[in-house]
């Protein structure tokens, strides 16, 4: 899936795209691995891979420690 926002930290401030590679579901708690893409200020595309923690609460997904 991709999403446009998810937990601030340093890859999500620079407006990345996360495309998500995998996610592993265990109960209410789920370890995402995702890869996000965003612009350099001078103009390149980079990716990072980014991995984080999401927990379900009350039916909701939600990133860990937010």
């Given at each position: 899936?991709?999403?446009?926002?998810?937990?601030?930290?340093?890859?999500?401030?620079?407006?990345?795209?996360i495309?998500?590679?995998?996610?592993?579901?265990?109960?209410?708690?789920?370890?995402?691995?995702?890869?996000?893409?965003?612009?350099?200020?001078?103009?390149?595309?980079?990716?990072?891979?980014?991995?984080?923690?999401?927990?379900?609460?009350?039916?909701?997904?939600?990133?860990?420690?937010?």
């Open positions: 899936h991709q999403f446009e926002s998810l937990p601030e930290g340093n890859i999500i401030e620079k407006k990345a795209t495309t998500v590679e995998k996610e592993e579901i265990n109960g209410d708690t789920a370890v995402v691995h995702a890869v996000a893409t965003y612009q350099t200020p001078d103009g390149k595309q980079r990716q990072d891979k980014a991995q984080f923690t999401m927990r379900k609460v009350d039916g909701v997904w939600k990133v860990e420690g937010r």
